[in-house]
């Protein structure tokens, strides 16, 4: 499917995350050019396409850490690009895993996982530290909890990351090329957990060049390129038999 058809009506009446005809510019940089697309509650979307094709600043406006220029994007049926949403409302329930960890480097592995749930989400000491004990388990730090990020390995750092997003009990979780920073051998153990939040159910966004956790874990893949969707669907279809001569390409230099 190219940007230019549109998706029946009937297929986005569940969608958890539906965009509509989004455009962003950044000065006279337009850098999404009218994207639609929607993500169904419990699915694996994977987001893949050449540097500079807008798939991260896709991401952000999801969450409105970038201000979308033009068009509308509804979370659950409610429009977040309306200027009266409630935006810090929005982000509790959807948790935000960046390319850099973003961890408070001051702070150790469990106040970075605590401190967020005390001061949003208004969760007592005991509650805050039962929830981040369990989800350092889920990622499989429990050891770690006493460490603060400067002693922990760039794979740790991100898996620590994930647990703190997942300690806002969000609705979905959007990842940034999450391993892209990270050495080769520390990518699996990152993966393993991302795979682990998809077969639980999780509603998951996903910015990657990984293309073997695309294919094995994505219910869709959509293809960005110059601002616009130029493909989108099963993994296999996209990845395997794709249609279009700019996916054939990056496939080609990426595979």
């Known amino acids: 499917m190219t940007q230019t058809e549109t998706t029946p009506a009937a297929?986005?009446?569940?969608?958890?995350?539906?965009v509509q005809q989004l455009h962003k510019y950044f000065g006279?940089?337009?850098?999404?050019?009218?994207?639609?697309?929607?993500?169904?509650?419990?699915?694996?979307?994977?987001?893949?396409?050449?540097?500079?094709?807008?798939?991260?600043?896709?991401?952000?406006?999801?969450?409105?850490?970038?201000?979308?220029?033009?068009?509308?994007?509804?979370?659950?049926?409610?429009?977040?690009?309306?200027?009266?949403?409630?935006?810090?409302g929005l982000r509790a329930r959807i948790g935000m895993v960046f390319q850099q960890f973003n961890l408070f480097p001051h702070m150790t592995v469990l106040r970075n996982l605590t401190v967020s749930q005390q001061k949003v989400l208004k969760r007592g000491k005991?509650?805050?530290?039962?929830?981040?004990?369990?989800?350092?388990?889920?990622?499989?730090?429990?050891?770690?909890?006493?460490?603060?990020?400067?002693?922990?390995?760039?794979?740790?750092?991100?898996?620590?990351?994930?647990?703190r997003a997942l300690s806002m009990n969000p609705d979905m979780m959007l990842f940034d090329e999450p391993t892209s920073a990270l050495d080769p051998e520390l990518v699996g153990d990152v993966l393993a957990v991302m795979k682990d939040l998809a077969a639980d159910g999780m509603t998951m966004m996903v910015v990657t060049h990984e293309m073997s956790f695309a294919r094995e874990v994505a219910d869709k893949v959509v293809f960005m390129d110059g601002g616009v969707i130029i493909?989108?669907?099963?993994?296999?279809?996209?990845?395997?038999?794709?249609?279009?001569?700019?996916?054939?390409?990056?496939?080609?230099?990426?595979?």
């Open 11 to 18: 297929d986005r009446s569940a969608a958890v995350i539906d």
């Open 28 to 88: 006279d940089n337009e850098v999404l050019k009218g994207i639609d697309f929607h993500i169904a509650r419990g699915e694996v979307v994977c987001v893949i396409g050449p540097s500079g094709s807008g798939k991260s600043t896709l991401l952000r406006c999801v969450n409105l850490l970038e201000e979308p220029t033009s068009g509308t994007i509804l979370v659950d049926g409610e429009e977040i690009t309306d200027p009266d949403a409630d935006v810090d």
């Open 126 to 163: 005991a509650e805050s530290l039962e929830i981040a004990r369990a989800n350092l388990e889920k990622v499989g730090l429990s050891d770690k909890a006493d460490a603060y990020p400067a002693h922990l390995s760039g794979g740790q750092q991100q898996r620590v990351a994930i647990a």
């Open 231 to 255: 493909e989108e669907g099963l993994p296999a279809d996209v990845l395997g038999n794709p249609q279009h001569e700019r996916t054939q390409a990056f496939l080609a230099r990426v595979l």
